[in-house]
C-alpha cells in the first residue's frame, strides 16, 4: 500500500476492538513520528450533501465516484487504520476544503471542482437521519486515536466539546468528538 498522504481519499477501517463500519475519509494532516492523521469523513451520495458538505466531481478527485467531504466530522485515526486510497483532492481543492473546515457561513467556497449541498432545514430534514449515524462513525473510528493522543498531550479537546460515550467494550470511557492540535 502506498504510503498515507495529505489529500488521499482513503478506507478508514476500525481497530480490531471496535465496532464500526469502514468509512471514506480525506487526510487533512499527517504526522509520520506520531503515526495518526486528521481526516474529514466523506461519502458518496450527493443528495444527502448539507451546506457544510464539499461535493466533488469525479474529475476533481481522481475518485470512480462523486465524493461529498462532510467538514463539520472532523477526527484523528492511526495510519494503520487506512486502508486503499480511492481518490486524490489536488491541492487547489484541498486548500479550499481545508478553509471551509471551520469557516462561517458560506462555509466551502465555491469553485468549478466544489459544490455544496442546501442548508439543513431544520430538525425535520430528512438529511439528519443520514448524518447522526455518521458522527456515531466517527466517534468509533476516531475514538482510540484520540483519546491516546489527548492523554500524550498532543491533542486537546476543543472548547466548550461535549464528551460522549462511545461503546467500546471499555466502561464508562469518556470520547471527545472534536479535538484541535496543540
Known amino acids: 500500500m502506498s504510503l498515507v498522504a495529505e489529500g488521499d481519499l482513503r478506507i478508514i477501517a ?7 463500519d469502514r468509512r471514506i475519509g480525506l487526510v487533512l494532516r499527517v ?10 469523513l466523506a461519502h458518496t451520495a450527493p443528495e444527502m450533501a448539507t451546506d457544510r ?16 467531504v462532510q ?4 477526527g484523528a485515526v492511526w ?7 480511492v481518490g ?10 481545508k478553509a471551509g473546515w471551520n ?3 458560506p462555509p466551502i467556497p465555491r469553485t468549478p471542482a466544489i459544490s455544496t449541498g442546501l442548508p439543513l432545514a431544520g430538525p425535520l430534514d430528512l438529511r439528519w437521519r443520514f448524518k447522526e449515524p455518521e458522527g456515531t462513525a466517527l466517534r468509533a473510528l476516531t475514538a482510540q486515536c484520540t ?20 461503546d467500546h467494550g471499555l466502561p464508562n470511557e469518556v470520547r471527545y468528538p472534536r479535538t484541535l492540535p496543540l
Open 88 to 97: 486524490q483532492l489536488p491541492e487547489p481543492a484541498l486548500a479550499d476544503v
Open 31 to 40: 504526522d509520520a513520528a506520531t503515526r495518526f492523521a486528521e481526516v474529514l
Open 103 to 105: 469557516a462561517p457561513d
Open 79 to 85: 495510519l494503520s487504520q487506512f486502508g486503499w486510497r
Open 53 to 68: 458538505d464539499a461535493v466533488l466531481p469525479l474529475w476533481a478527485a481522481s475518485a470512480p465516484y462523486v465524493a461529498v
Open 71 to 74: 467538514t463539520d466530522l472532523r
Open 14 to 20: 476500525p481497530r480490531s476492538c471496535c465496532h464500526a
Open 147 to 166: 483519546e491516546a493522543l489527548i492523554e500524550e498531550g498532543l491533542m486537546a479537546p476543543l472548547a466548550g466539546a461535549e464528551p460522549c460515550s462511545a
